[in-house]
């Protein structure tokens, strides 16, 4: 039997149709450095760059690599942020870092960079199903879940064995535990219900079962991937009260 210790109804889903649709594949250890360098880059320079405190407090009003387009998605409630950047649209590694708004300084890193995979074939503003690819913007994160038990999470969080996650990723590696932890990204979901819940606004072929994870050591079908450790960290982190969200893309997408 499945045991509940959020508010969700059951859900007569099976993961293995997760796996066709969205995740089912994760990041290893090692990801490339070279985005969050790039950021750090793009917040020391520029027209705008200032030097000692006044440059300080001007770099932490906005979170780097995010470009005015992608800003404006974030609303003045949402108070954390998971922002996931690739350097390279076709990549599929790319690096996490959590941010917190501070009401006097604006966005501030809290984490240091955590490696991350996200879909084998990289990067898409227009998702579909089985592309292979990551859809790019801004997305809530309302709903948790996972074959263990609430690692200490304040999300809404699904316990059960239909997050079993079976077979082997596109490099061979295993696919068992990497939905020990999952947290839902509100891409073509409805909010509020268990990470299992099928329901697609958007319609079937736009996808969906985009999640974070637990990386099992190769890129995903789509979702974003972390390792196990970091995944317990960021569902401790998550405050539905902070209205989290994730900003995940390349460089160049993000940059818009």
């Not at 009003?61 to 942020?81: D, E, M, R």
């Not at 999470?153 to 990723?169: S, V």
Request: hydrophobic residues 35%; negative net charge; proline residues 10%.
């Amino acid at each position: 039997m499945s045991l509940r210790t959020g508010p969700f109804p059951a859900v007569a889903l099976t993961v293995a149709g997760l796996l066709l649709t969205g995740c089912a594949g994760d990041p290893g250890d090692t990801a490339p450095v070279a985005a969050n360098r790039s950021t750090r880059e793009a917040a020391k320079s520029g027209p705008n760059a200032r030097s000692g405190a006044e440059g300080q407090l001007g770099r932490a009003q906005v979170i780097p690599a995010l470009g005015p387009g992608t800003s404006a998605k974030i609303t003045a409630a949402n108070k954390q942020a998971v922002v996931v950047v690739g350097d390279d649209p076709d990549s599929n590694k790319s690096v996490a870092t959590l941010y917190e708004r501070d009401p006097v300084l604006g966005w501030k890193p809290v984490s240091d960079p955590w490696p991350a995979h996200n879909a084998l074939l990289g990067w898409t503003e227009d998702h579909h199903t089985a592309d292979h690819r990551s859809p790019i913007g801004v997305f809530g994160l309302t709903d948790a879940g996972g074959m263990l038990p609430n690692p200490g999470t304040k999300l809404p969080y699904d316990e059960g064995p239909a997050f079993d996650a079976p077979g082997t990723g596109f490099e061979g590696e295993p696919l068992e535990g990497s939905f020990d932890y999952v947290v839902a990204i509100n891409y073509n979901r409805e909010p509020g219900n268990s990470p299992l819940d099928w329901t697609r606004p958007l319609g079937m072929e736009k996808g969906g079962g985009i999640w974070i994870h637990v990386d099992h050591g190769g890129p995903t079908q789509g979702c974003v991937a972390l390792p196990r450790a970091r995944m317990k960290e960021l569902l401790r982190w998550l405050d539905p009260a902070k209205q989290p969200v994730v900003v995940m893309g390349d460089l160049t997408g993000l940059g818009r």
